[in-house]
Nanobody, 122 residues
Framework: QVQLVESGGGLVQAGGSLRLSCAAS????????MGWFRQALGKEREFVAA????????YYADSVKGRFTISRDNAKNTVFLLMSSLKPEDTAVYYC???????????????WGQGTQVTVSS
């Protein structure tokens, strides 16, 4: 069982940066791939990024590649999403999730946080 709690969302101007954090409970954090998803109002939830158990492997959606960076600190049971060069279209609720392997579909993730709102103003 893994419980996830996101933080770090907020309002930022276009071109700015935000760092999201996701704190996990339990001693099995390092056994999971971690992912970030987002859901804009009226749209389906979409994959953003994923990171391997050790942190040595990362994978990004094309829409955020080069602007977002996913990382993790297994000693602190935390995964991060550094978002730079933010655009209004990045506005969404951002969720972290845990899976047993590299997954890009939300149905394949086992545990989810409650989400944190990110709003990018133009």
């Amino acid at each position: 069982q893994v419980q996830l709690v996101e933080s770090g969302g907020g309002l930022v101007q276009a071109g700015g940066s935000l760092r999201l954090s996701c704190a996990a409970s339990g001693r099995t954090f390092s056994t999971y791939w971690m992912g970030w998803f987002r859901q804009a109002l009226g749209k389906e939830r979409e994959f953003v990024a994923a990171i391997s158990r050790s942190g040595g492997g990362t994978y990004y959606a094309d829409s955020v590649k080069g602007r977002f960076t996913i990382s993790r600190d297994n000693a602190k049971n935390t995964v991060f999403l550094l978002m730079s060069s933010l655009k209004p279209e990045d506005t969404a609720v951002y969720y972290c999730a845990a899976a047993v392997g590299l997954r890009t579909r939300d149905s394949e993730y086992d545990y989810w946080g409650q989400g944190t709102q990110v709003t990018v103003s133009s």
